[in-house]
């Protein structure tokens, strides 16, 4: 690692504090905001999210390899963290730290994209069934009952198995396809009590038509568990990346993918223990940040604390 | 004099909510709550009718009906001589113009996501009624029509007390220049003195806007200001229905009487000869038969009839109908 | 005089409210006594502190956010409850002093049956066998009017109605047969003809049971066909206090006069409202101020008819207006010591 | 409430026939069959053929389908063609691995999260809590098979205190048939159930904190405590009686989580369960053991919740006794 890596390291670092400074100060404006920030881990959680993003999109900078690159097959294998390395060198000969910075792009951006399909479906699916209900929603969540009767990663081992080499974006939308049903369910209960509400009533009563009620009255209002679900899902869907690929089913080598990369390094992790544990510390660290972020969010958006 | 033909009329309203159902959802209902179950009555343009009832008595779903934010099973309403109950969609969402509602509660009854500027904005932008600057002027206009500082426009409901909320819903029901309004029990969850100030409110606009008024209340002292007809429900069928000011002198109806005899007098000094009804309202899913009353009814003549038979609304003086046997020699 | 049961002064219950945005003084500086045998009605809007008495006395406030500023003072029997050791305390709660509360179905324990929820202060506080307490149960199911109290010990709330669950919570608070009652809005969840029952029982009980009421309501009609004396709140503390029939007759504070003036009543000839500006409902301008941000002075003067300069610079004390016998009649008004400025309204 | 359970049964029957009939058909699409040249190179194509007709492959899809369905009726799950022995014997092979891996994960998640749970929202906002919840935190955002390796790299690879892996010392004790041989299976399973069950009593733990507050702050907890009740009184019988009853969903719940975990533990363990076979039949195109498995984990996890609903219908009085 060259002293402009360490620099480039140093402004990511500096970036996401002033991302969690900027947020701070913004949120500070509304009760809600002043909530979130109550939460003692809310402003850690979302430094270390920030941090990790920024890492993620100046990896080029930070990372002082290619994430491909074998430094030296012969010589430089499972070579413990050094200044050169700095979180050592892999059974291939990679530079771990520049696959970590690297592999954030994948394992964050699918994290946030599978999360996107599956929110997205999960929205759609639950507000219909719990507005209109009736044969809709029994037939709807029939199919979620299916959805959810087994175990998500068989599932997913399942269908990954129509592929030979699975590229991303299909990864993505696999893992989306295979989200949402816990999230319609949600968003069904919060429709069914919403909907019951005397602000519905008033705006059909206006003429609003099921759109615009759905659009504008109820699913503003379902938002808040959304999002919360949605923070907590994209640590799921991390989780499971990991898992997939550990298993040689997720995203194809050599990608450096989180969870990748702690397949390529359990051969050996007795010899070289970090090739396999600094990604796994990384995916708990963003993961328990996207946690109490989360935990953070449900008591910020909480509209029970709205009242007073 | 003729009187002039009524504005609202409800025939015959049923509405029976199903109980639970079963095979997921699609198989036959198992219970039945009949919560309102042949219900009639007009009113008369630029008049109030007070529906009085217990909870459970079928007035909040009889109010709801008629604006068809539920659908009711059978019967016939007309406002201003259009038939709202075959109306297809696009028609009914016309009427709506006509008829409002204002809720019981303040605060459940506005989207806690929306200003009061975008809740009054909607339905103009609904109805194209108008749209910038002249929307503008015409929010400033109804909040000040409902004592509310135009300034409030820029509030959220959680921002707002009670009272000022509940302007916010009178305000947002006007916004569509309505004939017919439905009030769902609207000062009931205000304090006293605020409940005052409202009351005051919806009496002035009534006057100005020459607005015809379904009051649904529990509170018979409320409705006496108010009402110049008053209809009391028991158990979805009206019981009693009568000029204010013979209802209250004269009740005919065992339930109405004790009802009266309820209300707590804010007078020490005032002789009190309450009739306290014995048990509960039964169930609307298991009404007794005969009169829905005779359970619980004081009344020393009651006898068999009263357990099989089940009264019919009528006549027992001008204007006043009560659904009761012994209408003629009342408590 | 007999000596009062329970002596409230100078109460004050502060809550902190959110990061520090302010102090809410939800009570501030009430004193009133309770004597034997007696109903003591206390009346305010929602707000004003009322509820928030009542859990101090037993001590239910929640800490934090709440706590009961030093200096306050709540005696019951000739002992401070707010320097009692938890035992001791516990000794009191239930057993001398108990409480009904405004919502029967949330108050009651979900997953206990109401005859297990009544006999529990009886085995805790008299040590009754199992057996026993369930005799117990069974009679005060009895004695509150239950029906069929031999099988309605085994139900669960669930299934009962409103009416039946306050029941069983009187029967729950009256199983020690304790002197004080305090009834936090007991009948505010109730229909009207189920309120009247309610009503008549605690009559019925106190007559009994001779013990005394704290009736807590909003409902002025309640108060005066129950109680005997009235304590009337208002911004956290008390403005007004007198027998119950001196002060529906004679109300000396302004808010008690507007609210006696605000209420819509069954007895008087109809204001037919909608006769236009001749028959409207007095009301009183404005809103209760908010905990965190009492008004100077009186913190009636913005919404009073009668305001001077006095009220918004002083705040008054509780001023003696007995007609009778002296501090039977006091109210927090500078109109006691300046009746004369009554008649100038605006 | 017996009309209830019968079409809940009907009702999970029928999700379960969904399962399996959306596995059979997706891992049949799937690229690649049981019989590839490069898995079984001297195979000759004559072979490859005869193998094919013998296991029915030959046939169209649905025709393959009906057949299955007729087979499962009476109790046949097929035959495996890489282990070349019904698939119902290496279920029966593989689920007590599982099952006892499960029980013991259960048995520590339970205990352990339910115990710390009450603990921290009895002592909310003190140390304890705020160190234990963030504790919890960080374990339940670990990938599962992540702490597996952690744990193996620790207590298995430097300390030596555990063995490296496999269910069984497969010299000293190939078979659990004497007491030693039970205390070296128990030593084999305690670094995956402990994995597993670590993993899980975190999640347990933030779970039952959040439900136990929720109900402290009802209003039956106040009526508890203005009788005189002692605060552990009130706490523990009026509080935490209905604080159980989410927990009762969360049982439900915990057989996926359970079942999800294994694949991945077992594998991290060469652990002989149900996830490990899954695993090599998903990759293998082992038809009729994707499909078996897929009804008895899709099974386990509709049992679960079918469970759990029982269970709240017997604990939740509102639930058990209809009434008014």
């Known amino acids: 690692m060259n002293i402009w890596n360490w620099v480039a390291l140093g402004g990511a670092a500096v970036a996401a504090l002033l991302v969690v400074a900027v947020v701070r100060r913004r949120a500070s404006a509304s009760a809600s905001g002043r909530r979130f920030f109550r939460h003692p881990t809310a402003a850690p959680g979302l430094f270390v999210l920030a941090f990790f993003v920024t890492v993620a999109v100046a990896a080029p900078l930070v990372a002082p390899y290619k994430p491909y690159q074998q430094i030296d097959i012969v010589h430089l294998q499972n070579r413990s963290p050094s200044t050169r390395n700095v979180l050592g060198t892999d059974p291939f000969s990679r530079d771990v730290w520049s696959r970590l910075a690297y592999g954030a792009r994948i394992s964050l951006g699918i994290g946030a994209l599978a999360m996107l399909v599956a929110v997205t479906i999960g929205g759609a699916v639950g507000a219909t069934a719990g507005y209109f209900r009736g044969w809709m929603d029994a037939a709807l969540m029939r199919l979620v009952d299916v959805g959810l009767a087994m175990p998500r990663i068989f599932a997913m081992l399942v269908v990954v198995a129509l592929w030979d080499h699975i590229a991303v974006p299909v990864l993505v939308l696999l893992i989306g396809l295979t989200g949402w049903f816990a999230t319609s369910r949600l968003v069904r209960a919060e429709v069914l009590s919403l909907r019951e509400r005397d602000f519905v009533a008033a705006a059909r009563a206006l003429g609003a038509g099921p759109g615009r009620v759905i659009g504008r009255h109820v699913l503003p209002n379902a938002a808040a568990p959304i999002i919360v679900s949605a923070a907590l899902g994209i640590g799921n869907v991390m989780l499971l990346e990991a898992g997939l690929s550990f298993l040689g089913m997720g995203v194809p080598s050599p990608a450096p993918s989180w969870g990748n990369m702690i397949a390529d390094g359990w051969p050996k992790i007795a010899v070289a223990p970090w090739s396999a544990t600094f990604p796994g510390l990384a995916i708990s660290l963003v993961v328990m940040a996207l946690n109490a972020v989360g935990d953070a969010l449900r008591d910020a958006l909480d509209p029970r604390k709205e009242a007073v | ?331 | 005089m007999t000596e009062p049961l329970l002596r409230v002064r100078d109460l004050k219950t502060y809550f902190v409210t959110e990061q520090g945005s302010g102090t809410a003084r939800a009570v501030d500086g009430v004193s009133f006594d309770v004597r034997p045998g007696e109903t003591l009605g206390i009346v305010g809007e929602s707000g004003c502190g009322k509820t928030v008495t009542s859990l101090s006395i037993l001590r239910l406030i929640p800490e934090p956010p709440g706590h009961i500023r030093p200096g306050s003072f709540i005696e019951f029997e000739g002992r401070n409850i707010l320097t009692l050791e938890p035992k001791e305390l516990r000794a009191v709660r239930g057993n001398q002093i108990a409480m009904i509360f405004q919502e029967p179905m949330t108050s009651l324990n979900p997953v206990f049956t109401v005859g297990d929820q009544i006999a529990e202060a009886a085995i805790v506080h008299q040590h009754l066998s199992r057996a026993a307490a369930r005799r117990r149960a069974i009679e005060m199911l009895q004695l509150v009017g239950i029906p069929d109290p031999e099988e309605r010990v085994d139900h669960y709330p669930h299934q009962m109605s409103g009416g039946m669950r306050q029941r069983v919570m009187i029967a729950m608070a009256l199983v020690c047969h304790p002197k004080l009652l305090i009834a936090d809005e007991p009948t505010t969840a109730l229909d009207v003809t189920i309120q009247a029952q309610i009503l008549e029982l605690l009559e019925r009980l106190q007559a009994e049971l001779g013990m005394a009421v704290m009736l807590i309501t909003h409902d002025l009609g309640v108060v005066a066909g129950t109680a005997d004396r009235v304590v009337v709140m208002y911004a956290g503390q008390v403005v007004e206090q007198a027998p119950t029939v001196e002060l529906f007759a004679h109300p000396v504070h302004p808010y008690t006069e507007g609210l006696l003036a605000a209420v819509p009543r069954l007895d008087a000839p109809s204001l037919s409202l909608r006769t236009g500006g001749r028959g409207r409902l007095h009301s009183i301008p404005g809103q209760v101020p908010a905990a965190t941000a009492w008004p100077d002075g009186c913190r009636f003067h913005p919404r009073c008819p009668y305001a001077w300069d006095r009220c918004r610079a002083e705040e008054p004390p509780l001023l003696d207006a007995s007609q009778g016998d002296a501090g039977t009649h006091t109210a927090r008004c500078w109109l006691v010591t300046e009746p004369q400025r009554r008649t100038r309204r605006p | 409430m017996i009309a209830w359970v019968v079409r809940r049964v009907a009702a999970s029957v029928a999700i379960i026939w969904a399962v399996v009939t959306l596995t059979f058909f997706v891992i049949h699409a799937a690229r690649g069959s049981p019989f590839l040249p490069e898995q079984s190179q001297s195979v000759s194509p004559e072979t490859l053929d005869r193998l094919r007709r013998q296991f029915g492959l030959d046939r169209s899809l649905p025709e393959q389908y009906v057949l299955y369905l007729r087979n499962l009726a009476r109790g046949e799950l097929g035959e495996s063609f890489v282990l070349r022995r019904p698939v119902a014997d290496a279920l029966a092979d593989a689920m007590p691995h599982t099952f006892f891996l499960a029980l013991a994960a259960l048995l520590i998640d339970f205990t352990a999260g339910l115990a710390l749970g009450i603990y921290q929202a009895v002592r909310e906002r003190s140390v304890g809590d705020v160190v234990l919840g963030n504790v919890a935190l960080f374990v339940n955002s670990m990938p599962t098979f992540w702490l597996g390796l952690v744990l193996l790299l620790g207590f298995a690879q430097w300390l030596h205190w555990f063995p490296t892996g496999g269910p069984s010392d497969p010299v000293l004790c190939p078979r659990v048939d004497s007491l030693p041989c039970l205390l070296d299976f128990f030593w084999h399973l305690t670094l995956p159930a402990l994995t597993l069950g670590l993993v899980g009593a975190a999640g347990t733990a933030r779970f039952q904190r959040a439900a136990m507050l929720e109900v402290i702050r009802q209003e039956y907890v106040r009526t508890a405590r203005a009788k005189g009740l002692r605060e552990g009184r009130v706490l523990l019988v009026h509080a935490l009686r209905n604080a159980l009853l989410p927990f009762i969903t969360l049982v439900g719940l915990a057989f996926p989580f359970l079942l999800t975990g294994a694949v991945l533990v077992e594998t991290v363990y060469s652990w002989p369960g149900m996830g490990l076979l899954a695993v090599r039949a998903i990759l293998q195109r082992d038809y009729y053991v994707v499909t078996g498995a897929a009804l008895v984990t899709s099974a386990m996890v509709v049992l679960g919740s079918l469970m759990a609903d029982l269970l709240y219908a017997v604990a939740d009085p509102r639930i058990r006794v209809r009434g008014a």
């Open chain 2, 1 to 331: 004099m003729i009187a002039p033909p009524p504005l609202v009329a409800v025939q015959d309203l049923v509405k029976h909510f199903a109980g639970e159902r079963g095979w997921f959802g699609l198989g036959q209902p198992r219970a039945v709550v009949r919560a309102v179950d042949g219900v009639s009555f007009e009113i008369p343009p630029a008049q109030t009718l007070g529906l009085v009832g217990e909870s459970g008595s079928g007035k909040t779903t009889t109010g709801r009906a008629i604006l068809r934010l539920v659908e009711p099973d059978r019967g016939r309403v007309t406002v201003d001589g259009l038939d709202v109950l075959t109306l297809g969609p696009r028609e009914l969402r016309a009427l709506r113009r006509r008829m409002q509602i204002v809720f019981q509660d303040p605060y459940g009854s506005l989207n806690p996501r929306m200003t009061v500027r975008q809740m009054l904005a909607e339905p103009l932008a609904i109805h194209r009624i108008a749209t910038g600057p002249d929307a503008e002027r015409r929010i400033a206009a109804l909040l000040e029509e409902v004592g509310l500082d135009p300034g409030f426009g820029r509030s959220y409901p959680h921002e707002l007390s009670g009272g000022q909320r509940q302007r916010v819903g009178i305000a947002r029901a006007l916004s569509v220049e309505p004939q017919f309004l439905v009030l769902d029990e609207p000062v009931s969850a205000l304090d006293v003195s605020v409940q005052a100030q409202v009351l005051n409110l919806l009496a002035e606009l009534q006057q100005r806007r020459r607005l015809t008024y379904l009051f649904i209340a529990h509170d018979l002292a409320v409705v006496k200001h108010i009402a110049d007809e008053v209809a009391v429900m028991y158990l979805g069928k009206i019981v009693e229905r009568a000029p204010a000011l013979a209802l209250y002198a004269a009740p005919r109806h065992p339930y109405t009487t004790s009802l009266l005899s309820a209300v707590p007098v804010p007078d020490p000094t005032a002789q009190r000869n309450r009739i306290v009804l014995s048990g509960d309202v039964p169930s609307p899913m298991h009404p007794p038969p005969g009169c829905p009353f005779h359970p619980r009814c004081p009344h020393p003549k009651k006898n068999d009839r009263c357990r099989t038979e089940p009264p019919a609304l009528r006549a027992v003086a001008p204007g006043q109908l009560a659904a009761c046997h012994f209408a003629e020699e009342p408590l």
